[in-house]
């Protein structure tokens, strides 16, 4: 293991990863509706030079739908990872205002980890009445504690340094402290955070999808292919149920390396 | 003496988080679109009319505004009734404490699997790093720490179920056999693979954490002097590695108590297995109210009682760490 160029295989797996989405969204647009065409002379039919992965009870093709289910998952992916840094920045922040909004956001984090992350994702996608808004909301609501804890630490910190102590003498508003010295040095780790969210919120929404109360069922998402593929496994239809999360796990793969190397990096 | 203090702060805190619990979930509950008299008449809905719709409504005090209707709710929930679920026609802490018990099967002897055997795949990659053992079991954490549970469990059933036949594909017993006749190697046979597979998949954290607690402890004076006195790395490893490893592992297994339920819901899902998960699946989907509450509420204690333990269980082993002193 060369262990001497963080920043190189950082760089590396960035552009692998990078390479990788922007192909997966791309098949999006050359695939068009292919994942949902039928074919009734093909069903269940076993990997094959013609269909290349099978094909499923209605005889759509499975590696399309499995491309087409990777491209919802990460979209779906990347919001609420957006979201969840977003939530957790500025919880954060309000945090550090005053001891005791600091204890009220410490309670919410208890409150929220107390509860089994699936069960909290099930009873806020219930609220919202399911669908992928909700699957998304439900995945930011849940995931932020940790990174906010990170966050958190880091403003009382900065709080303390002496740059920011001086500019705050110098009669610099808390504005500009806010934005021109705290902000610049947490993207970093609002960066890493986000990418180290990403994975566990598409093995969540998988999850609940699978469960049923993630995206609808029409949709070619992970977590329904392989719900329709729970239903034929006593047949013996194996490809239905190994290549959909095969795919799955490659990609959370993928972007667990990319965020080992990163943190590494930075 | 010293010891009572803390603890009566960590109850008086635990019972804060429940009451916030309470709070946060019945809100989502009554945010939800979903009517819960629809729910309970299912498809007899359209044989009732307004005015008994009405009645209904008055009956379980609907027409009150959300904050009585929370206060009822609390009061009951104190005297320790949880409501009636009409998915199982039965008391919401019947239905809790009978799947429950078969729940806990499941969960504990995967929980004391996953922490015994992590534990030791820690020690042993930790132990000499970069070695071919250690390689591969970093590796194989790495991959299983990124594997969708369900997905995992629907590998074992494909696999030994379906194409080697060597266990069930469902259940807790043979389908149509009656509790009583079921015998005891029948039941430890259908448990086998979904503990098997909920203990494979809490393994991976355990020994991440181990093994990097080793590397720590080989670099530490410690493992240098003794490695200057003629000690072998076996030698570091046992007399000082399990020591110092422990702790956390110890704190990790009562602190992920939450993860290991999420993942028995799945793999109960798709095994069939009629637990505690299987009846919050069943709760979600059908709209049963009280018994999604009940379980949210169940599950919340069970968890905040592990973190507990995870934080008591530092000062009770190592005695350097003085309570408070964090």
Known sequence: ?266 | MRLIAPIAKRVARLALVLICVALVSYGLMMASPVDPIDAYLGPQMAQVSPEQRALIAQRWGFDESAVVQFGHWLRQLVSGDLGWSHVYNQPVSEVIAQRFQRSIALLGSAWLLSALVGFSLGVMAGAKEGSKLDNIISTYAFITASTPAFWLALLAVLLFSVTLGWTPTCCAGPAGALNQEVTLATRLHHLLLPVATLALLGIASITLHTRTRMLELMRSDVATHAFSQGASRLDVAWRHGLRHASVPAITLAFASLGELFGGSILIEQVFAYPGLGQATVAAGLRSDVPLLLGIALFTALFVSVGNMIADSLYTVIDPRIQPGGL
Do not use: N
């Open chain 1, 1 to 266: 293991m060369s262990q001497a160029q963080p920043r190189l295989r950082a760089a590396f797996s960035l552009g692998v990863t990078a390479l990788l989405v922007m192909g997966l969204v791309a098949s999006q647009w050359l695939l068009g509706d292919s994942p949902q065409q039928m074919q009734f002379d093909a069903r269940l039919a076993p990997p094959s030079v013609e269909h290349w992965l099978g094909t499923d009870a209605l005889g759509r093709e499975l590696w399309a739908r499995t491309l087409a289910g990777l491209a919802l998952s990460f979209w779906v992916g990347c919001l609420a990872a957006l979201l969840s840094t977003l939530i957790a920045l500025s919880l954060a922040a309000i945090a550090t205002l005053s001891a005791r909004l600091d204890a009220l956001v410490s309670l919410l984090i208890d409150t929220l980890l107390s509860v089994p992350h699936l069960i909290l994702l099930m009873l806020i996608a219930f609220a919202l009445g399911g669908g992928t808004q909700a699957v998304i909301i439900a995945v930011a609501v849940t995931h932020w504690p940790s990174l906010a804890r990170v966050l958190r630490a880091e403003l009382w910190q900065l709080r303390q340094a002496p740059y920011v102590r001086i500019s705050r003498a110098l009669g610099k508003s808390r504005w500009f402290v806010l934005h021109g010295h705290l902000l610049p040095h947490l993207i970093p780790h609002c960066l890493v955070g986000a990418l180290l969210l990403f994975p566990h919120a598409i093995l969540h929404e998988a999850a609940l999808t699978f469960l049923g109360f993630g995206l609808s069922p029409s949709q070619p998402a992970i977590g329904v292919l392989l719900a329709d593929a729970m239903r034929y496994l006593s047949g013996g239809y194996w490809w239905l149920g190994i290549f959909p999360g095969l795919g799955l796990l490659l990609m959370v793969l993928g972007f667990e390396r990319l965020s080992s190397h990163l943190r590494r990096a930075l």
